[in-house]
């Protein structure tokens, strides 16, 4: 960094800073307005912000929050706790019943080669079956993507089917990398089950050229054979190809000890200030409070919990009184299952109440970029681009037509604007489902810009409209 | 992260994307060859990528390279020998005297309050004097900016000047922020000093909210009084906030051990391929080598060096022959002195040789969002945008006009464009001169999207001109 800048920042940091401006060149006394109150929206969070305190206390106190697991329901209590410090108009949990995998005893992956025994770093996928408690030997037969698996045949038979294949590191947009890739785990061991496979590996859904394995969920579809499953670090993967190269026949020893128990009770936390001018008319904040076992769940999403939190923590504490009901609502099975999800929009589709725009934080806490707007219209985002001067000087540089998470997409058939906070998202598969989502890798600041941006966009909804 | 992403993403990033479409709808034939060698650009670095391997040997082997410091001279040895690894056509070093300050003993502040020893965690600045061995105590002064110090007279006198202003966080532009704040460091003591002050202690200029002092330089001008100058961590600076409001009479202990050693010998090192149409014309990619003495200098300026070096291994590695001369520079004494650039762009007033193009990479090795160009005409900026469709797939979302570092600013008055590489710096000064300047906070895949962004830019500057 520069001992003294030679040449002063310009003001206009950016491309779309220049036609933010020209769009406003007529700019009113609403949105200088406007302009104020987003400011004290950002300073709110930035200088009183409680998301990294609360963040701190979700993911030290309950990491590992899979549904069914005692953390999952000890982080419900707390969500409930730290909402009633809010002085909220309601605070309710909404009973869900949620699917209920365990892992069991630590998995084992090795193969013998002259003797040698080399082990593997694998985590099982959720929703993998057993095998033998002693494990199971088999050879291996390798490909590189979901599509050659399929033309496999019955080459497949009696085998442990390797699925080398993972995120293209050349795309600069991690989650389409991800989204393109992630077939592989979701659909992989239940086409391989039924090809014949013994087992399936897939390669870590990871950008982190490690030797740390990540886990996510695995598809059986009813009627389907459930078979053992598991994820291989991007190191092993690499270990198992090279000794696949040298030996074709080589064995692979696999212990998995997984068991899908029957469905236990859980609970989505859904925490609201009532609407002043129309309570029946619903704006959504949220993120989902369960989490893979072996992760402590920081970013996935323990940043979006805090942070949905935050912003109603961040109304109250300025005074703002929403036009319309401010929900916050904390999902619980989005990680294998979307119970929660599902029960939430199943109640709305009976409530008398209307959703108007429900906004997800579940990308990761890391430096706010943009938002993705989607509704059945698909006008939502291009009509938002009215508010991209009020929001650009706080580095959200584009609101764009795109998916939002699995939580609040539901909504959108019942008439909502849905979407999502697009942070930056480089690291994100680093450390998603991973034991490495610990919270030094959430940076305070970081999050607490995400937590303005989205009370923003929802005070901009609140106040305006699209 | 959701399960299964229910809508697919769209290919439209971002609000530039359309924008970006719309310019270039008549896309010829060469735009596509120019789309297909930045790809091949971007995937040489984020496969290929030999940046963290480099970055991980210099800051390992050669933390805390201050000039005039036994691993500046490592460092220099270290970056001619890697890149002597590259082939190319032309390595020197360039001999510069640099000035030589040594810290000595570490530091201590503490104050003492009802037989309560109170210690403090600060940091000498760079050009600080020392206080006797035993160190001093007086009484202190605060006031909140450089402004309120200017108007403090004699009320200075004989006291300790504690300048508790830092950079303001809600400023989304850190760099900004930063630089508004930091006058009271490089210019608070010279300024104290002359109303009388026996010392000055300054805010860190940091964003993190912890107990860790960040140094850099202070500037005493010829004729100004050297005083001792030290920087308290933000923890530290509001503890004695709050001790001053209880008691604005107690006493500061400060015992400071610096020293300003003769000037000493050190080098910048260049390495270049020659141009193969116009090997006089030369483009210049940069970062500075030095660090201070109490960092590992991983984000400042280690990613900068590598990124540097890394520039010249892609076009090797690609085979790509450049028209003009491109030219890597290893600059010395950024941090305090600008010694190396000084020396740098004397030669270059006297060569016949000319400089077209000087990129500086500077603010961290974080996830590239942008360029800053600047000129004497004011137009590289505005020039440069019909090459935004072929950077804004890999993330770069804006070519600002806009100032350089240190070290590449000199060559804007022999009629370079000069600019800089602009990361997202929400966590720069969380490490910024500091001893949390570590390897373990740069993230292998963002520095390898800056080495190709500047790899990148410099390859269009070269084969299409601004």
């Known amino acids: 960094m520069p001992f003294i800048r030679k040449i002063a920042y310009t003001k206009s940091f950016s491309f779309i800073t220049g036609l933010a401006l020209a769009v406003s060149l007529v700019r009113g006394a609403n949105q200088e307005h406007q302009a104020d109150v987003i400011n ?5 969070a930035l200088v009183h912000g409680t998301a ?5 206390q979700l993911v030290t106190q309950y990491p590992g929050r899979l549904s069914g697991s005692e953390n999952l329901q000890g982080s419900i209590s707390w969500a409930e706790t ?13 009973p869900v019943m949620v699917p209920h995998w365990v892992r069991g005893k630590a998995e084992q992956f090795s193969f013998t080669t002259e003797d040698i025994v080399t082990a593997l770093n694998g985590v099982a996928l959720g929703g993998s079956s057993a095998t033998p408690d002693n494990g199971l030997d088999a050879a291996v037969i390798e490909v590189s993507s979901y599509v050659e698996l399929q033309a496999l045949g019955a080459k497949a038979n009696g085998k442990i089917v390797f699925i080398n294949g993972g995120i293209n590191p050349t795309t600069y947009l991690t989650l389409e990398g991800y989204s393109h890739a992630v077939i592989a785990r979701t659909r992989g061991p239940a086409t391989a089950g039924s090809l014949g496979a013994v087992a399936t590996l897939v ?4 950008l982190a050229r490690d030797d740390v394995p990540h886990t996510g969920a695995t598809l059986f579809p009813p009627g389907s054979k459930r078979i053992p499953a598991a994820a291989l670090s991007m190191v092993s993967a690499d270990r198992l190809h090279d000794a696949l190269l040298k030996d074709p026949n080589l064995k692979l020893h696999i212990a998995i ?4 128990l029957p469905d236990t009770a859980s609970a989505n936390v859904i925490a609201e200030i009532k609407g002043s001018e129309f309570p029946n008319q619903v704006i959504v904040v949220g993120g ?8 402590p769940g920081a970013h996935d999403d323990g940043t979006g919990i805090v942070q949905s939190i935050e912003v ?9 009184k929403p036009r319309h009901t401010l929900r916050c609502v904390l999902f619980v099975n989005e990680e294998n299952g979307s ?7 199943a109640a709305a589709r009976q409530a008398t109440e209307r959703h108007i725009f429900a906004l997800e934080t579940d990308t990761g806490g890391f430096d706010p970029k943009g938002f993705n707007l989607s509704n059945t219209n698909k006008d939502a985002a291009s009509r938002a681009q009215k508010w991209m001067p009020l929001l650009n000087p706080h580095g959200i540089s584009f609101i764009a037509t795109g998916g939002a998470g699995a939580d609040v997409s539901p909504l959108a058939t019942l008439g909502a604007v849905v979407g999502e906070i697009r942070p930056d998202s480089q690291r994100y598969f680093d450390y998603h489902h991973s034991i490495k989502d610990t919270l030094d890798h959430v940076n305070a600041r970081e999050l607490e810009l995400g937590a303005a941006g989205l009370a923003s966009l929802i005070w901009l909804e609140d106040t305006e409209g699209l």
């Open 82 to 94: 730290t909402l009633q410090g809010l002085k909220l108009d309601r605070i309710v949990q909404q």
């Open 257 to 260: 000890h997984a068991q899908t």
């Open 288 to 295: 989902h409070l369960d989490s893979w076992d072996i992760s």
């Open 203 to 206: 390669r870590s859904m990871t």
């Open 52 to 56: 990294m305190d609360n963040l701190t």
């Open 312 to 320: 109603l923590r961040i109304f109250k504490a300025l005074g703002i």
């Open 40 to 44: 004290s929206i950002y300073a709110e």
């Open 339 to 345: 119970a929660g999800a599902n029960a939430y929009a």
